[in-house]
């Protein structure tokens, strides 16, 4: 029996990048899984992983709902989110897990930005779509004594160069989830999160640019740990039910440091995305 068996989870952003891999390590797991994105023909060739994990996985415990669901959705529209979540709930019976992992990034120095949307865009689909979901979905997580799991980012903790509002959303979404966390305790829901440093998905080159249009190329090389490998470490730590992960040594050591020596904290961070002090 998986560690999930029995249980049903919801992943937004699972078209790919690291939410693909939550996705598929779920199914592996032995959950029943709706796996949520825009890109529907990415849904299904990350539905058929799905199956196939579920199959090597032998079970899925209960089997009163769909194993599998695909369900395309926009998460920047506060309709959609909580469509999504009641067809969801209606496919696969109940929930037990909501993994927020649909996120949008920028590249863009702050006086360089034409299209301000951008900044709009970044609080929809980074921190909005968080709470729009959390709601929707919170009655049935009450039901479940159920998870929550947010990917965030270092971002979501520190300020970083050109990535101005994707900052300002990832903590907004932190400071979201750390106060659910304290208010849904006494109903047996735990919330746990990642802060993530840069991820080996090419997601930069999904950044909106100063224009408000997608990059389309990577803005800078960056390397990062393995999506798998970040999408291991929030499942464990969810379903120990522990409050966040900072997956590196650098990245805890950065916030420790943050607190201390700022300038110092804030020029090697300059470093790291700009290539300068
Ligand atoms: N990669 C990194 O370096 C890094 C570091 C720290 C944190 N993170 C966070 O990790 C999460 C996943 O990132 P990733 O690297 O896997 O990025 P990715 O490969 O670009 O995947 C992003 C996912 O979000 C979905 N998405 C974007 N906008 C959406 C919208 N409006 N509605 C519904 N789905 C939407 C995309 O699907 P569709 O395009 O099909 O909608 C895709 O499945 C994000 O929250 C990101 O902020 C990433």
Redesign the pocket.
């Known amino acids: 029996m998986g560690a999930w068996s029995g249980l049903t989870a919801v992943v937004?952003?699972?078209?790919?990048?690291?939410?693909e891999q939550l996705a598929v390590q779920l199914a592996s797991g032995g959950a029943r899984v709706a796996i949520v994105?825009?890109?529907r023909d990415?849904l299904e060739r990350v539905a058929s992983r799905c199956r196939e994990a579920q199959r090597a996985a032998g079970t899925f415990g209960d089997a009163a709902g769909e194993a599998v669901v695909v369900i395309p959705?926009?998460?920047?529209e506060r309709a959609q989110c909580e469509r999504m979540v009641a067809e969801a709930v209606r496919r696969l019976g109940k929930l037990d897990v909501l993994v927020h992992?649909?996120?949008?990034?920028m590249w863009s120095r702050v006086d360089d930005v034409q299209d301000l949307s951008v900044y709009e865009t970044m609080l929809r689909?980074?921190y909005l779509s968080v709470v729009w979901l959390t709601c929707a979905a919170l009655p049935h997580l009450q039901a479940t004594k159920g998870r929550i799991l947010g990917?965030g980012?270092l971002s979501g903790k520190i300020g970083v160069p050109l990535r101005s509002g994707y900052a300002a959303a990832k903590h907004a979404m932190t400071g979201f989830l750390d106060s659910l966390r304290i208010e849904v305790k006494a109903a047996g829901i735990s919330v746990t999160m990642i802060h993530?440093?840069?991820?080996a998905?090419g997601?930069q080159a999904?950044n909106l640019g100063a224009d408000g249009q997608v990059l389309g190329q990577m803005p800078r090389k960056v390397g990062?740990m393995s999506?798998a490998v970040c999408a291991t470490m929030l499942l464990d730590a969810g379903h120990a039910r522990r409050r966040d992960v900072v997956p590196s040594f650098r990245a805890k050591l950065a916030l420790w440091l943050r607190l201390v020596v700022p300038d110092y904290v804030d020029a090697s961070t300059a470093r790291a995305i700009m290539g300068k002090p």
């Open positions: 937004t952003g699972a078209s790919g990048g690291i939410g994105a825009r890109r990415e959705c926009d998460v920047s992992n649909a996120g949008q990034g689909v980074n990917v980012s993530p440093g840069f991820v998905t997601s999904r990062g999506a």
